[in-house]
Protein backbone atom coordinates (compact mmCIF):
# COMPACT_ATOMS: atom_id res chain seq x y z
CA UNK A 1 0.00 0.00 0.00
CA UNK A 2 0.91 3.07 -0.73
CA UNK A 3 2.51 6.10 2.24
CA UNK A 4 0.41 8.98 2.25
CA UNK A 5 2.05 11.42 -0.49
CA UNK A 6 3.14 8.75 -2.13
CA UNK A 7 1.94 7.04 -5.13
CA UNK A 8 1.95 3.41 -6.15
CA UNK A 9 4.70 3.76 -8.48
CA UNK A 10 6.96 5.67 -5.65
CA UNK A 11 5.89 2.93 -3.23
CA UNK A 12 6.55 -0.05 -5.43
CA UNK A 13 10.11 1.11 -5.96
CA UNK A 14 10.52 1.64 -2.48
CA UNK A 15 9.63 -1.88 -1.70
CA UNK A 16 11.76 -2.85 -4.07
CA UNK A 17 14.66 -1.00 -2.81
CA UNK A 18 14.32 -2.40 0.59
CA UNK A 19 14.10 -5.87 -1.19
CA UNK A 20 17.86 -5.18 -3.17
CA UNK A 21 19.30 -4.02 0.15
CA UNK A 22 18.06 -6.80 2.17
CA UNK A 23 19.13 -9.13 -0.35
CA UNK A 24 22.71 -7.27 -0.50
CA UNK A 25 22.79 -7.86 3.45
CA UNK A 26 22.22 -11.43 2.87
CA UNK A 27 24.89 -11.96 0.14
CA UNK A 28 27.38 -10.36 2.22
CA UNK A 29 26.78 -12.64 5.24
CA UNK A 30 26.99 -15.48 3.38
CA UNK A 31 30.28 -14.69 1.62
CA UNK A 32 31.60 -13.50 5.06
CA UNK A 33 30.65 -17.02 6.76
CA UNK A 34 32.54 -19.06 4.01
CA UNK A 35 35.88 -16.33 3.89
CA UNK A 36 36.01 -16.78 8.19
CA UNK A 37 35.39 -20.30 7.81
CA UNK A 38 37.95 -21.07 4.71
CA UNK A 39 40.76 -18.53 5.40
CA UNK A 40 39.80 -17.56 9.32
CA UNK A 41 38.65 -14.58 10.31
CA UNK A 42 41.73 -12.16 11.33
CA UNK A 43 42.98 -13.76 7.36
CA UNK A 44 39.91 -12.36 5.72
CA UNK A 45 39.50 -8.56 4.97
CA UNK A 46 36.56 -5.96 4.22
CA UNK A 47 38.36 -5.59 0.75
CA UNK A 48 38.32 -9.34 0.36
CA UNK A 49 35.09 -9.58 0.72
CA UNK A 50 33.68 -6.57 -1.21
CA UNK A 51 35.92 -8.19 -4.35
CA UNK A 52 34.32 -11.33 -3.73
CA UNK A 53 31.12 -9.83 -3.83
CA UNK A 54 31.80 -7.81 -7.16
CA UNK A 55 31.21 -4.49 -5.32
CA UNK A 56 33.34 -1.63 -3.87
CA UNK A 57 34.41 -1.09 -0.17
CA UNK A 58 32.28 2.27 -0.16
CA UNK A 59 28.76 -0.44 -0.92
CA UNK A 60 30.25 -2.61 1.49
CA UNK A 61 30.02 0.27 4.52
CA UNK A 62 26.79 1.05 4.07
CA UNK A 63 25.99 -2.20 5.08
CA UNK A 64 28.60 -3.13 7.76
CA UNK A 65 31.16 -0.46 9.22
CA UNK A 66 33.43 -3.21 10.54
CA UNK A 67 34.19 -6.89 9.97
CA UNK A 68 33.30 -6.78 13.65
CA UNK A 69 29.93 -5.97 12.89
CA UNK A 70 29.63 -8.71 10.34
CA UNK A 71 30.94 -11.39 12.68
CA UNK A 72 28.51 -9.84 15.93
CA UNK A 73 25.76 -10.22 12.89
CA UNK A 74 26.87 -13.92 12.14
CA UNK A 75 26.55 -14.91 16.03
CA UNK A 76 23.83 -13.16 16.93
CA UNK A 77 21.47 -15.24 14.64
CA UNK A 78 23.05 -18.37 16.20
CA UNK A 79 22.35 -16.65 19.21
CA UNK A 80 18.64 -16.06 18.75
CA UNK A 81 18.59 -19.80 17.80
CA UNK A 82 20.03 -20.74 20.86
CA UNK A 83 17.77 -18.01 23.21
CA UNK A 84 14.74 -20.23 21.27
CA UNK A 85 15.70 -23.46 21.94
CA UNK A 86 16.38 -22.36 25.85
CA UNK A 87 13.18 -20.51 26.14
CA UNK A 88 11.37 -23.75 25.36
CA UNK A 89 13.84 -25.86 27.32
CA UNK A 90 12.01 -23.18 30.21
CA UNK A 91 9.04 -24.61 29.73
CA UNK A 92 9.34 -28.28 30.15
CA UNK A 93 9.63 -31.21 32.72
CA UNK A 94 12.32 -33.30 32.82
CA UNK A 95 11.05 -36.54 31.22
CA UNK A 96 11.26 -39.21 28.50
CA UNK A 97 9.62 -37.72 26.17
CA UNK A 98 11.21 -34.02 26.90
CA UNK A 99 14.44 -35.67 26.51
CA UNK A 100 14.23 -36.95 23.59
CA UNK A 101 12.11 -33.64 22.12
CA UNK A 102 15.12 -31.91 23.37
CA UNK A 103 17.69 -33.87 21.82
CA UNK A 104 15.91 -34.20 18.15
CA UNK A 105 15.46 -30.09 18.39
CA UNK A 106 19.15 -29.89 19.49
CA UNK A 107 20.00 -31.88 16.20
CA UNK A 108 17.86 -30.06 14.22
CA UNK A 109 19.54 -26.87 15.54
CA UNK A 110 23.21 -28.44 14.73
CA UNK A 111 22.00 -29.37 11.26
CA UNK A 112 20.28 -26.89 9.97
CA UNK A 113 21.38 -23.22 8.31
CA UNK A 114 23.14 -22.81 11.94
CA UNK A 115 25.33 -25.07 11.42
CA UNK A 116 27.46 -23.31 9.19
CA UNK A 117 27.59 -20.63 11.76
CA UNK A 118 28.84 -22.81 14.67
CA UNK A 119 31.26 -24.35 12.67
CA UNK A 120 33.05 -20.99 11.20
CA UNK A 121 32.59 -20.30 15.42
CA UNK A 122 34.62 -23.29 16.21
CA UNK A 123 37.59 -22.12 13.54
CA UNK A 124 37.73 -18.31 15.12
CA UNK A 125 37.10 -18.73 19.07
CA UNK A 126 40.08 -16.24 19.57
CA UNK A 127 38.21 -13.65 17.58
CA UNK A 128 34.75 -14.44 19.56
CA UNK A 129 36.77 -14.04 23.10
CA UNK A 130 37.73 -10.75 21.65
CA UNK A 131 34.15 -9.95 20.98
CA UNK A 132 32.92 -10.80 24.03
CA UNK A 133 32.94 -7.15 26.18
CA UNK A 134 30.97 -5.79 23.23
CA UNK A 135 27.90 -8.50 23.82
CA UNK A 136 27.99 -7.89 28.32
CA UNK A 137 24.57 -7.26 27.69
CA UNK A 138 23.41 -10.33 26.14
CA UNK A 139 22.85 -13.81 28.14
CA UNK A 140 26.53 -15.76 27.37
CA UNK A 141 26.21 -18.79 25.70
CA UNK A 142 27.26 -20.99 28.46
CA UNK A 143 23.85 -19.79 30.16
CA UNK A 144 22.42 -20.45 27.50
CA UNK A 145 23.87 -24.33 27.22
CA UNK A 146 22.89 -24.46 30.74
CA UNK A 147 19.57 -23.23 30.35
CA UNK A 148 18.89 -25.83 27.25
CA UNK A 149 20.70 -29.22 28.75
CA UNK A 150 18.22 -28.20 32.38
CA UNK A 151 15.66 -30.87 30.78
CA UNK A 152 18.18 -33.57 29.98
CA UNK A 153 19.29 -33.57 34.34
CA UNK A 154 16.18 -35.87 36.13
CA UNK A 155 15.41 -34.90 39.82
CA UNK A 156 17.59 -34.94 42.16
CA UNK A 157 21.00 -35.66 39.70
CA UNK A 158 24.06 -36.54 41.09
CA UNK A 159 27.26 -35.51 39.46
CA UNK A 160 27.75 -38.41 37.17
CA UNK A 161 24.59 -37.52 35.77
CA UNK A 162 24.65 -34.13 35.68
CA UNK A 163 27.55 -34.58 33.49
CA UNK A 164 26.33 -37.30 31.09
CA UNK A 165 23.64 -34.67 30.28
CA UNK A 166 26.38 -31.99 29.16
CA UNK A 167 28.24 -34.02 27.14
CA UNK A 168 25.21 -36.09 25.37
CA UNK A 169 24.08 -32.09 24.45
CA UNK A 170 27.36 -31.87 23.01
CA UNK A 171 27.51 -34.92 21.17
CA UNK A 172 24.93 -33.26 19.37
CA UNK A 173 26.70 -30.73 18.24
CA UNK A 174 30.07 -32.51 17.93
CA UNK A 175 28.57 -35.32 16.31
CA UNK A 176 27.34 -33.08 13.69
CA UNK A 177 28.92 -29.73 13.20
CA UNK A 178 32.37 -30.86 13.65
CA UNK A 179 32.31 -33.88 11.24
CA UNK A 180 30.92 -31.91 8.60
CA UNK A 181 34.67 -33.01 6.73
CA UNK A 182 33.73 -36.92 6.83
CA UNK A 183 32.17 -36.86 3.54
CA UNK A 184 29.13 -35.24 1.62
CA UNK A 185 28.03 -39.04 0.75
CA UNK A 186 26.78 -38.80 4.77
CA UNK A 187 23.36 -37.82 4.18
CA UNK A 188 21.15 -35.77 6.61
CA UNK A 189 18.95 -38.59 8.16
CA UNK A 190 22.42 -40.69 9.20
CA UNK A 191 23.92 -37.98 10.84
CA UNK A 192 20.89 -37.20 12.96
CA UNK A 193 20.33 -41.23 13.62
CA UNK A 194 24.01 -41.42 14.54
CA UNK A 195 24.17 -38.21 16.78
CA UNK A 196 21.06 -39.58 18.34
CA UNK A 197 22.57 -42.48 19.02
CA UNK A 198 25.54 -41.44 20.80
CA UNK A 199 23.41 -39.44 23.10
CA UNK A 200 21.71 -41.66 24.64
CA UNK A 201 24.87 -43.77 24.86
CA UNK A 202 26.43 -40.63 26.61
CA UNK A 203 23.00 -40.36 28.94
CA UNK A 204 23.15 -44.13 29.77
CA UNK A 205 19.16 -44.43 29.15
CA UNK A 206 17.57 -46.64 27.07
CA UNK A 207 15.98 -45.82 23.75
Given amino acids: MAAAGQSPAESSAGDAGEVVQRGTRQRILEVSLRLFTDQGYDGTSLRQIAEELGVTKAALYYHFRTKEEILQSLMATLQEELRALADWADEQEPGPSTREELLHRAVALALGPVSSVMQMAQQNQAALRELE ?16 IAPLVPPGAGYEETVRARAALFSVVAGTVLTRDLGADIDVEE ?11 VLGAED
Avoid: C
Avoid at 134 to 148: C, G, M, S, T, V
Avoid at 191 to 201: E, G, P, S, Y
Fill in 133 to 148: SEREHEAPPIELFQRI
Fill in 191 to 201: RRAVALRIAHD
